[in-house]
């Protein structure tokens, strides 16, 4: 068998493997997304959690505040 005939066996054999390339390919790309949203979806969880207690820690700061600017202006009276 000649070179060429087996480049040509070559080229027909990745030309009938070409579906199959393409399926494993979309399902790598599937699978890549489904991490990329599985890890959007924790870090969204992350960053809402860390809000939450942002927003606490500022109230009870707040309330603080006021708490004890009532009790400074008592002290005056």
Same mark, same amino acid.
């Given at each position: 068998?000649?070179?060429?005939?087996?480049?040509?066996?070559?080229? %027909? &054999?990745?030309?009938?493997?070409?579906?199959?390339?393409?399926?494993?390919?979309?399902?790598?790309?599937?699978? %890549?997304k489904?991490?990329?949203?599985?890890? &959007?979806?924790?870090?969204?969880?992350?960053? &809402?959690?860390?809000?939450?207690?942002? &927003?606490?820690?500022?109230?009870?700061?707040?309330?603080?505040?006021?708490s004890?600017?009532?009790?400074?202006?008592?002290?005056?009276?």
């Amino acid at each position: 068998m000649s070179r060429w005939e087996n480049a040509r066996i070559d080229l %027909d &054999d990745e030309v009938s493997n070409k579906p199959a390339k393409q399926e494993a390919a979309l399902a790598k790309r599937r699978i %890549d997304k489904e991490k990329f949203e599985r890890a &959007d979806r924790e870090a969204r969880k992350l960053i &809402d959690a860390e809000r939450q207690a942002r &927003d606490a820690k500022t109230a009870r700061l707040r309330e603080l505040r006021l708490s004890a600017g009532q009790d400074l202006a008592l002290a005056k009276v």
